[in-house]
């Protein structure tokens, strides 16, 4: 973390402790408070057709192990919450951990979520919260059971899975809640670069079944790993219908343009973007159809460099799982995926010959409480 970062936070934490002792003690906040303890564990088997020679699947962090049984994610949710003040801790272990969090050092490979936050009016739900926290970029996030089907698409893949800073939440009406974030940088809790970043998040409740949420992201990417990047735009729109009986739906898009210095003056700007759809279908007892279609293309390689070695990335994917929840806090999936780049053969096949194909399936078991 920056030094001006840091002072930044020590202001904002003696402005909101003089605020709150102004309203109540600490006693009285813990008194009124909750503390709540859940926690999951997601075990899969996945196997992949192509030819992995490393054991892991290639594009993918989450369930990304090839031909053995894992651990996905394990995770212990503990939350607190008062009138006033709230924290949530939420440390890892998997497979994904340790594919998703390789470039942190040291306890910061540890949190999914870790942050902390006070109410700073007693009239409206203003929040100022510091820490880790889950992304709000795309419709899909670490915890398997909350999504339709259980592997990931593309586009979480290829943006922050978690953000480290500073977070603000105004609720604009009933309905409407604007969220603001100062952090890092894209997907980092050690900082890369002195710079920060800028992030925002839209989200409407159209009705108790159905949201409509629009994110930004706007940064300085230079590092020494791509000294070459500048300013990243980003914009994600994503809809959801869930919790209906029968039929639950969602599906995300998003836009992306990373500024590229030239060894000449001036500048190149480099585009990416990718469109999903999901869908569920619930039967009478229980279990559940649920597909998906994607489009992910990445013609300059800012984020997905092919696993072939070809220049740019153009790939249309489709996967169909099948949901047997065991009991309330169990569910079963059997999902089969599928990859296809449409810009030339992208992947190794079996026998390490290039092909446009990748194949791959899954056996999950996900438990929660």
Known sequence: MSNDLSRFLIICSFFLIGKLGAVSSPLDSLKKGTLTIGGGIDAYYGYCFNDVYSGNMPLYVSMARQNEFNLNLAYLDVKYESDR??????????TYMNANYAAEPGLLKVPV????????STKKEIWLEAGVFSSPYTNETPIS?????YSRSLAPEYVPYYVTGVKTTIPLSSRLKL???????WQQSMDLNERKSIGTSLEFKINSKTSFYWNTYTGDERSVFR???????????????????????????YFGVQEIAKSTPGRDYFPWWQVN???KYTFKNGHGLSGRIEYYDDPHSVQIASPSGLSGFQCFGQSICYNIPVQEHALLRFEAKHLYATNGNSFLSSDGELTRSMPVLYANLTVWF
Do not use: W
């Open 85 to 94: 003040v709230r924290f949530r801790f939420i440390p890892g272990i998997g």
């Open 113 to 120: 979520e870790a942050n902390a936050g006070v109410q700073l």
């Open 145 to 149: 059971k909350d999504h339709l089907v």
């Open 179 to 185: 969220y603001a974030y100062l952090i890092n940088g």
């Open 227 to 253: 000294p070459e990047f500048r300013t990243r735009f980003f914009n994600d729109v994503y809809v959801t219908f869930l919790q209906d009986k029968k039929f639950s739906f969602t599906s995300c898009a």
């Open 277 to 279: 759809f999901m869908g």
